[in-house]
């Protein structure tokens, strides 16, 4: 027999709150508990991905089987002795990324430092203001991504499909950028440390250096220049 579903008492699971005590299934996809203190709350089998846990204190919360898929961290949240939140799908420093999709992704002013983002998509990501110093973003899709005023302090871009991609004001010092594989239509107006590899990428055909962003109303040639 079919169990009804109860509308009155059903709630978004991005409206969940992290000190409800009556719910036994914690359902808080998409939640923000930025800041909060989780103190010994249990959450194995928790439903967190997607959920903001920057700042989070969860030292002392059991987490077996919980889902943290593309939940946000920094270096500011707390995590229970042993457990390695690197290798749990979530997003913040040091995370394990490699090949992941997170196309059209909110990743703005997030610390992305150490992280493995080789081959992983990114299309229409938003990383703007985000931190990638050091990282290599080696074969990975770029295509219409926002990282205005980012800090890409040595990150390399080698083989990244760098189409439309929106680097105003970014900090691309000692970045690796001459090896992308395309950067047609990509904006670099206002970047700073692009000296060095300026002249490499101005050498490339005019296919990629002519070629209109819509959205930025420039070519990647006048960007460069």
């Given at each position: 027999m079919l169990q009804r579903f109860e509308l009155d008492h059903w709630a978004p699971p991005e409206q969940a709150q992290p000190d409800d005590s009556t719910l036994?299934?914690?359902d808080a996809?998409?939640?923000d508990w930025r800041g909060a203190n989780l103190q010994n709350r249990n959450l194995s089998g928790a439903l967190l991905c997607r959920s903001d846990l920057?700042?989070?204190n969860l030292s002392q919360c059991t987490l077996d089987g919980a889902d943290l898929r593309l939940a946000l961290y920094?270096?500011?949240t707390l995590w229970p002795e042993g457990f390695n939140p690197?290798?749990?799908g979530a997003i913040g420093p040091g995370a394990k990324l490699n090949?992941?999709?997170l196309n059209n992704a909110d990743l703005r002013g997030m610390d992305l430092r150490g992280c493995s983002l080789m081959g992983t998509y990114l299309s229409g990501a938003d990383l703007s203001g985000a931190c990638l110093d050091g990282v290599s973003l080696?074969?990975?899709d770029l295509r219409k991504a926002v990282l205005r005023g980012a800090s890409c302090v040595g990150t390399r871009f080698g083989s990244c499909q760098l189409d439309f991609a929106d680097f105003r004001g970014a900090d691309l010092t000692d970045a690796a950028l001459d090896?992308?594989?395309s950067i047609s239509g990509a904006d670099f107006n206002g970047c700073q440390g692009l000296d060095p590899t300026r002249q490499a990428l101005l050498s490339r055909g005019a296919q990629e250096l002519d070629c209109w962003n819509p959205l930025t109303r420039s070519n990647t040639r006048s960007s460069l220049s």
């Open positions: 036994d299934s914690i996809r998409g939640a920057r700042g989070c920094d270096s500011q690197a290798s749990s090949g992941t999709f080696a074969a990975a090896t992308a594989d």
